[in-house]
């Protein structure tokens, strides 16, 4: 399969964010995947640039950030500022997407667009040539532990069909109820990268999870 594997933290414990981290760096993990949550854009509020900067502290695997937030711009510098490898900003929450996304891009982060579930991949065929990563929502955002929505696997083959279409480079993401019952199939459809926060954090052995989600 040779997905890239990113633990949501999410469902991490955060009193021990440098023995999480540990278990994290020497496994099969390829990225942290950090969800920020500001209790406005969804219905949640997770934790922001602090936490973010500590888990730079201890680790120098890609930090892949996936801001749940109202108004990301206000906060694309902030977020380079605490190390921030990947920035993912919801396309629900931008009115200008392109400038949003130049301004991720020239701070030198990676941009990233997600989509939630009722939103379709054809609303970023104007962008889809300036991104580098596409994540699908594969459950509404705000809460992990949540059931893998079926119509994703549609979603993903639309995608791939789209970005090969347009010669884009864009990477496809899924994020949400991911285990090693979908990941799979996911990865046949066209999925680059698998996020998982339960089905990693909540076994008894977090890097055989990821193992087995690498397939
Ligand atoms: C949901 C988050 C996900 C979540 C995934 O809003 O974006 O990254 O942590 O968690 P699981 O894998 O438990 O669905
Ligand atoms: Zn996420």
Redesign the pocket.
């Known amino acids: 399969m040779n997905s890239i594997v990113a633990p949501?933290v999410?469902?991490c414990d955060f009193a021990n964010i440098q023995q999480e981290s540990n278990m994290l760096n020497e496994s099969e993990a390829d990225w942290f995947?950090l969800?920020v949550m500001d209790g406005v854009f969804v219905p949640n509020i997770s934790f922001g640039l602090p936490i973010i900067k500590a888990f730079r502290g201890c680790t120098n695997k890609t930090l892949d950030v996936?801001a749940?937030i109202a108004n990301p711009d206000d906060y694309v510098d902030d977020f380079k500022a605490v190390g921030t490898d990947i920035l993912t900003v919801h396309f629900e929450a931008c009115k200008h997407l392109h400038r949003t996304i130049n301004a991720i891009k020239a701070t030198g982060m990676k941009a990233g667009v997600a989509l939630n579930p009722h939103t379709p991949v054809a609303m970023l065929e104007s962008i889809i040539h300036d991104i580098d990563l596409v994540l699908i929502m594969s459950?509404n955002?705000?809460?992990?532990?949540?059931s893998f929505i079926d119509n994703t696997y549609t979603k993903v083959t639309n995608l791939k069909k789209l970005i090969a279409k347009t010669n884009s480079n864009a990477l496809i993401e899924i994020?949400?109820?991911?285990t090693t019952a979908n990941a799979e199939k996911l990865s046949r459809c066209g999925a680059d990268i698998l996020?998982?926060?339960?089905?990693v954090f909540r076994t008894p052995s977090i890097s055989e999870a990821i193992t087995a989600l690498h397939g």
């Not at 955002?141 to 949540?146: H, L, T, V």
């Not at 994020?175 to 991911?178: M, S």
């Not at 996020?195 to 089905?199: D, Q």
């Open positions: 949501s999410l469902s995947h969800d996936h749940m459950v955002p705000g809460f992990g532990g949540q994020d949400g109820g991911v996020v998982a926060g339960s089905s």
